[in-house]
């Protein structure tokens, strides 16, 4: 037997010790990282079968390997319950493990939607921007208020009423007449619009003023 034969025979046979369970040859192929050839891993294991290391059982056409379990010393009671109980606490154990594990990626996610602080600078400069900018508008706006005598914000107050006034009288005109068409025609008011053209405060989202 070769050296990679025999370092592969031992593999195999470590491998089926630790995890103590049936596989089939290429269930361990697959299994040891495809590190040797799953030829080798089948001869290795028909081997072993024959040596008595481990046993080999056919379901149907696939058959499955274990270890021999004569290769374990005998455990007494005492010893399954002291291992019991070591299962049993390693489970808590990962168990406090896996919710600190949750805990941290909870936190690390929190962290990444953080700004750095060359981001947190940088958003801060273009508000500062921002603000300036908008109180210099502001103080624009003042300033030229401060120019209108109450007589010319009365007349132009009055000015826009009538103008608001001369609008819905107009628009209840024109709908007068488009209902009245609308009595004897066929289509929809929608379509007349098109036909004839008529352009309505909503196709440009105008709203009326209420004064």
């Not at 009245?180 to 929608?190: F, L, Q, T």
């Not at 105008?206 to 004064?211: A, E, I, Q, R, W």
Request: glycine residues 4%.
């Amino acid at each position: 037997m070769s050296k990679k034969d025999s370092e592969a025979v031992s593999a195999v046979l470590s491998y089926l010790r630790d995890q103590n369970r049936p596989y089939s040859a290429g269930d361990v192929f697959s299994n040891l990282h495809k590190k040797y050839g799953k030829t080798a891993v089948t001869r290795c294991m028909e081997q072993l079968a024959a040596d008595g290391k481990i046993k080999e059982k056919t379901y149907g056409k696939q058959k499955v390997y274990v270890i021999n379990q004569g290769e374990f010393e005998e455990v007494d009671d005492e010893e399954l319950k002291r291992l019991d109980g070591m299962v049993t606490e390693l489970g808590k154990e990962l168990q406090q493990l896996q919710s600190e594990c949750k805990m941290q990626e909870n936190e690390l996610k929190t962290l990444a939607t953080v700004l750095t602080t060359q981001e947190a600078n940088s958003r801060l400069k273009q508000f500062t921007n921002e603000c300036e900018s908008m109180n210099s508008r502001l103080e624009g706006i003042k300033s030229k208020s401060k120019n209108i005598t109450p007589e010319e914000k009365e007349k132009i107050c009055k000015e826009h009423t009538a103008t608001v006034k001369e609008w819905r009288k107009r628009k209840r005109m024109v709908m007068d007449v488009v209902n009245s068409i609308m009595e004897g025609y066929p289509k929809s008011k929608k379509q007349l619009f098109e036909e004839v053209g008529i352009e309505t405060d909503e196709d440009y989202h105008v709203v009326m003023p209420k004064d």
